[in-house]
């Protein structure tokens, strides 16, 4: 026989007395502490609190954007408005003068003949645009980040220099920055979708980031490693959707080939700008108020840290995925720009070209900061962030000016000079005037001389290169000659801005020294960093003592 041992009744009781005391505890403890409508009620209000404060922050971000917005067009700007200002069927043989395709020049044309050519009607697409940047990536951060997190990522991009600067400018790289966050909030909803029609969209908008602005192609080796290590778990979905998306991207691209291989071959002609310092590159990744803001907010978060009870935090997990994005757009286009600059001639690290790697820049630091997990911490960042650099914005004593414009110089040289129709030696303000013969009979219709399409000279032009030069001291010495048989006044014109190779800064000096013998000389202004000086023969001068 077999006997089964038989528990004793106490112990019975005792298990049947903790495993209801369990139950109990589960349903009726726990749960009203989770559904407390005082709670919930609190939480909501916190919640309303905190967006209204980010919504506020993020207004105030914009608001700084449109600081300059009245601001006379700059040389650059002038380009662009060279472009379209010989009509519609001028702007694709124009191209060829820029460094991008010629689609937003088609875009700002029809723009112009709907809103007129106003400073702020040639701004306004920029600005449209770059808030659908804004938006695009407050999505991709949303797929990343808990909403705190991701408005913090919009913020710390529209407070970007370069994003405040490229907001209101006349040019396409607000457009860029758009299908560039495109592409990104494309890439990222690719992670986990199979479909064809994502990886069309995928490849379409690589291309278009190429279309508006040749140099930005740096960032596709980030899309690209992005790309095979989301798909990696999937490979039959991974070549086929990359098959999709380089068809496409291959297809899209073949206009914008010709454009490639005329700023390659003429690379060396665009190079104005000096070899870049480890200074900017790490002022590019953490602009002036970032790095105080977030120390201020990394030692509030040890004291809290220090000050309450540790708990197991399953916010500590960290996925890789994430990291990667984030660290390969912000990190391998601007370090291909860097590199480039810093171990070749060719100059194309710039403030306007690291506009490419801000959007990977704002989403690390939102990262960066998602790792406090006190809301209220994030929200003390954010607000030091915004008021620092909106008052380091706002106090800039060139703060209502976009970069160096040219209206109030040749305002004042059309006034001065009109009264006797006296010729004005110009200073072109584009080094690709260097190392191209000068149009002498067609310098008001030339991009090298762009600023004269908008801000109209009724006086004669004599056309210079930009720095001094044979083709400079050749074209001034002939008309030097002519004005002294003629006992002529003239003035001359030149840019002398920091950012300017200081070779050109010579030529007006050279002017001076040269006609010293014949011409009293004397600077009239210098007008937003473009220097006017007049030339009076000598005899006229001593009559008007």
């Not at 106090?395 to 414009?405: E, F, K, R």
Request: glycine share 2%.
């Amino acid at each position: 026989m077999c006997f089964r041992k038989e528990k004793p009744p106490g112990a019975l009781a005792r298990r049947c007395f903790l495993e209801g005391f369990s139950s109990f505890s589960e349903n009726h403890i726990k749960e009203p502490q989770v559904n407390d409508p005082r709670s919930e009620a609190f939480q909501s209000a916190q919640d309303r609190a905190l967006y209204v404060m980010y919504a506020l922050a993020l207004a105030a971000s914009i608001s700084v954007w449109f600081i300059a917005v009245r601001s006379p067009l700059w040389t650059d700007e002038l380009g662009s408005y060279w472009q379209i200002s010989a009509g519609f069927s001028a702007i694709w043989p124009r191209q060829f003068w820029t460094i991008s395709s010629p689609e937003y020049a088609y875009f700002l044309w029809a723009w112009a003949k709907l809103f007129g050519t106003s400073e702020i009607a040639l701004r306004i697409p920029s600005i449209l645009a770059m808030l659908g940047a804004v938006y695009l990536l407050y999505l991709v951060a949303r797929e990343l980040f808990d909403r705190d997190c991701a408005m913090l990522a919009v913020i710390v991009f529209c407070l970007h220099p370069v994003v405040v600067f490229a907001s209101i400018d006349v040019r396409p790289y607000a457009f860029a920055a758009l299908v560039t966050n495109a592409a990104i909030l494309i890439l990222v909803r690719l992670r986990r979708n199979s479909s064809n029609w994502l990886a069309f969209l995928f490849g379409l908008s690589a291309a278009c980031i190429v279309w508006f602005h040749f140099l930005f192609i740096v960032i596709l080796p980030a899309l690209l490693l992005c790309f095979f290590a989301f798909k990696i778990s999937d490979r039959k979905a991974l070549w086929r959707q990359f098959s999709i998306a380089f068809a496409v991207f291959a297809f899209a691209i073949l206009p914008v080939i010709p454009g490639m291989i005329y700023l390659f071959r003429t690379s060396q002609i665009h190079v104005c700008a000096p070899p870049p310092s480890l200074a900017a590159l790490l002022l590019t990744l953490a602009p002036v108020w970032l790095l105080p803001s977030l120390c201020v907010a990394g030692f509030v978060a040890f004291l809290v840290f220090a000050l309450t009870p540790r708990k197991r935090d399953s916010q500590n997990h960290v996925e890789g995925w994430r990291i990667l994005l984030c660290a390969s757009l912000a990190l391998i286009p601007v370090l291909i720009l860097y590199g480039v600059s810093a171990g070749t001639s060719v100059r194309i690290y710039a403030a306007r070209h690291e506009l490419i790697a801000v959007p990977g820049i704002a989403l690390c630091w939102a990262w960066v900061v998602s790792r406090f997990h006190f809301r209220v911490i994030r929200l003390l960042f954010c607000v030091m962030f915004v008021t620092g650099t909106a008052f380091q914005v706002a106090s800039s004593p060139n703060a209502t000016l976009h970069d160096y414009p040219w209206k109030n110089a040749l305002e004042y040289v059309e006034k001065n000079a009109s009264a006797d129709n006296a010729p004005v030696l110009f200073c072109s303000p584009f080094i690709e005037a260097d190392y191209v013969p000068m149009p002498l009979n067609s310098a008001k219709d030339s991009k090298l001389f762009a600023p004269l399409s908008y801000y109209k000279l009724s006086v004669p032009v004599v056309p210079l290169p930009q720095s001094l030069n044979e083709e400079a001291m050749r074209v001034s010495s002939r008309f030097l000659q002519d004005a002294a048989r003629k006992q002529e006044r003239f003035l001359a014109v030149e840019e002398r801005l920091p950012s300017v190779t200081p070779a050109s800064f010579k030529t007006l000096d050279w002017l001076a020294q040269s006609a010293a013998a014949t011409h009293s000389v004397r600077t009239l202004g210098v007008f937003d960093g473009i220097e006017v000086m007049e030339f009076v023969p000598r005899t006229e001068a001593a009559a008007s003592r």
